[in-house]
């Protein structure tokens, strides 16, 4: 897994040890529910999420500020074979950050650095991007990045919430990105 560096950030491939600082975030109610997981309610989750990333997702990564790269604050990845990206030239990105990294632009520049990663070295053509109704932090995010409106979906299940929500689909093409980059 290949190390991406932004201006501010350096994007990492998580590690065992970074259980503690994911566990940090994820436990805040304000994190990922509306992102659609439950918040972690003990570093042994967050060690069991991390081993999941390392064995299922390839392109996972922690989001670490440069002057602490051992220290995670986010996590960030595009994702393959998902209910989006069912072609091999697509891609889903997905990504959460911590609460007090809010508000500080890193998700904008860890999401452009990874889908310039997505379009010139793995050579997808298009990334999907998606949010929950009223994620309105996910989708200023992606409006920012070039996305484009798709659809929306009425219905979708989270059978980790155990809830019914809206979900909004985004698109960035290469075309789209490389005419606006």
Sequence with gaps: ?????????ILREWKMEDADSMFIYAKDPAVGPIAGWPAHKSVEESKVIISHFLDHHPYCYAICEKDNINHAIGSIELKINSDLAINRDEAEIGYWLGKPYWGRGYMPEACAALIE???????FNKIWGGYYDGNLKSKRVQEKLGFKYHHTTEGL??????????GHVNLLTKEDWLKNK
């Design 1 to 9: 897994m290949d190390i991406i560096e932004t201006k501010r950030l």
């Design 117 to 123: 990663y997505g379009f010139l070295k793995l050579g």
């Design 157 to 166: 299940e989270l059978p980790l919430l155990n809830e019914i929500r809206i």
